[in-house]
């Protein structure tokens, strides 16, 4: 059963850090392009950053990079999402999620063409 867990939100004042985790199970993270994704109240989805496969090239939201730095544990079999210099307009659910459609091997910026996903991790900067 593919299951993908987030974990590793929480309050944190503007310009603090967090890592975010996601562990997967039932299949192997290393075979797939991984995302993470945010939404916030009354917002649409957004995607964040993804790591492809393989040689795990990454893309980042223009709002996100230089703080926030994808990576991947293939021993864990787990996704992490470290998050530096964090704002007030990061607050959001965090969310993991699988390629599903397309070429599973890179990175879409498309979240029609992800699945499973997680349960989210709330996130909040406020001082």
């Known amino acids: 059963q593919v299951q993908l867990v987030e974990s590793g939100g929480g309050l944190v004042q503007p310009g603090g850090s967090l890592r975010l985790s996601c562990a997967a199970s039932g299949f192997t993270l290393d075979d797939y392009a991984i995302a993470w994704f945010r939404q916030a109240p009354g917002k649409e989805r957004e995607g964040v950053s993804c790591?492809?496969?393989?040689?795990?090239?990454?893309v980042y939201a223009d709002s996100v990079k230089g703080r926030f730095t994808i990576s991947r544990d293939n021993a864990k079999n787990t996704l992490y999402l470290q998050m530096n210099n964090l704002k007030p307009e990061d607050t959001a659910v965090y969310y993991c999620?699988?390629?599903?459609?397309?070429?599973?091997?890179?990175?879409?910026?498309?979240?029609?063409?992800?699945?499973?996903w997680g349960q989210g991790t709330q996130v909040t900067v406020s001082s």
């Open positions: 790591i492809s496969r393989s040689l795990g090239s990454t």
């Open positions: 999620a699988r390629r599903i459609r397309g070429n599973r091997f890179v990175c879409s910026t498309s979240k029609y063409d992800y699945g499973y």
